[in-house]
């Protein structure tokens, strides 16, 4: 975890033993802060985490993401229970489209054809329950429908545009990845020369053009892995690298001098899994993990 204080590496510890105790099962985003991926059971982005979701045996999941990632798992598996250390994490892209809008385009469009109405995995549980397709990387299209014969009007923006015809949505943008265009590539590219170029998706489309690869945080992380050893210019959120960093010490990762920080990703810390650990867990949960602690000699 790097440079740490003894408080919070004592933190660290007690939420690993409460953790353990408890049978939860930490999952993080790879935008979480370092400390938090730390001490995660999975890091991965939103596709991978809902992956591990629908596997795991566990009986609770500490969510370390924000709000949209929540609503998904929940109907993924209601059999379990959800930890959440901070309820005030939003994703104001996820916000920036309703389903009242959703439902609107969907009562305009007149004509012979059928709109198709699809939402990126990242929108609102009630846009999602809208659409008839929903982007996870992968288009997941409906098998009853012709894909020359319909127009699509996604919910929100941001999927795979080389795969899906698309409009965007208005004002449906990541206002962090947007800040990355294309002048800045070109500069890391003079530093990174041969560098394969890995952009989100939330990108601005003339920095996707520029990509070798363009995909969510897991797709890029996967892409990566594919091929270990190599030289990577990653232009997402900050916490995609410095996981690949993590995971793949063998290649080389860069990234442009634009900083690419989700402040909403960035809220959970220790602090705040220790908090929701000890609200969660019964007492002689908590006694049981004190017990472990004294016989690790911490």
Known sequence: MGAISERKLAQA????????AGDVEIIAHFYQRAEVKALAHYVGGSRGLYDWVLKTRARAIMVCGVEFMLGAM????????????????????????G?????????????PVRPLIVADIKASAAV???ADLVLTGEPLWPPDFDRRSVHVLPALSGGNPDRVPHFDWPG???????????QDIRLALSQAAGAKIAANSLCRPEVRA??????DSQAIFDWCAAAPGGSYLIVSETGLAESLREAFPGSRFY?????????????????????????FLPQEV????????????T
């Open 74 to 97: 929940e109907r993924l598996r209601p059999d379990l229970e959800f930890l959440v250390p901070r309820k005030d994490a939003g994703c104001p892209f996820s916000d920036s489209v």
């Open 13 to 20: 510890r007690r939420v690993s033993m409460l953790a353990e």
């Open 172 to 182: 449906a943008v990541c206002q962090v990845h947007q800040q990355v265009g294309p």
């Open 99 to 111: 389903a009242q809008e959703v439902e609107m385009v969907r009562r305009s469009c007149s004509g």
């Open 210 to 215: 520029l990509a070798d690869f363009v995909g």
């Open 286 to 297: 908590r006694n049981q993990a004190q017990s472990l602690s004294a016989e690790a000699g």
């Open 128 to 130: 999602r329950d809208l």
């Open 255 to 279: 990234e442009t001098e634009v900083e690419v920080f989700c402040p909403n990703m960035k809220l959970v810390n220790i602090k705040d899994l220790l908090a929701c650990l000890e609200a």
